[in-house]
Every structure is written in C-alpha cells, then in structure tokens.
Nanobody, 121 residues
C-alpha cells in the first residue's frame, strides 16, 4: 500500500511559477512509476507528466514549461511549473503504479488527494 500526499498548490499570476511536491509512504518507492495529472472543473482528468527511474515524459500542453523529478531517498516526486497560464488552473494529482509510469490514468493504483492550482490572468 502506498499513500501519497501532495502539497505546494496555490494562487499565482500568469507567468509565475509553483513547485508541487508529492510525498509517498513505503520502502520501495524506487520501483514505482509516478505521474502527475490534473482536472479542471467540468473536464476529465488529464495527463501532465510522468517519470520512471530517470526518463520523463510530458503532455504537449506543458512541454518546455513543466519539469517532473523524483528524489527516491526522500520518497518524493516534484512538479516544477514555470510560465504558468490561466488554462493550467486545475486540481493536480500525483499517482503511482508498480512498474513503469503511464500516461493513462486508469493504469495507476494509488492517488493523492489533490492540490489546487489557480492561475490568474
């Protein structure tokens, strides 16, 4: 069982930055593929970024602005978000699955509670 707790969300002006953190329980953190997803009001949960041991992947909408990273010693995954836009406003969720990460939310077994990111214009 893995428990995930996100933090770092908030209100920021367009063009600003935020760093989200997701702390995980468990002793085998390094074996999990990790992902960040987001859900805006009235919309489906969308893929944002994912990471395996060292390789990372991004949705086209955030490529070049967001960076996912992980610190296996701290059992934490991060999402650095730069050049934020109003359309980035959403609840952001981290997710974990045993094995390689995936862009499909349905393939993840563990989810955090979400953290709100609001970008004002």
């Amino acid at each position: 069982q893995v428990q995930l707790v996100e933090s770092g969300g908030g209100l920021v002006q367009a063009g600003g930055s935020l760093r989200l953190s997701c702390a995980a329980s468990g002793r085998t953190f390094g074996g999990y593929g990790l992902g960040w997803f987001r859900q805006a009001p009235g919309k489906e949960r969308d893929f944002v970024a994912r990471i395996n041991w060292s390789d990372d992947y991004y949705a086209n909408s955030v490529k070049g602005r967001f960076t996912i990273s992980r610190d296996n010693a701290k059992n934490t995954v991060y999402l650095q978000m730069n050049s934020l836009k109003p359309e980035d406003t959403a609840v952001y969720y981290c997710a974990a699955r045993w094995g390689p990460s995936d862009s499909d939310a349905e393939r993840y077994d563990y989810w955090g509670q979400g953290t709100q990111v609001t970008v004002s214009s």
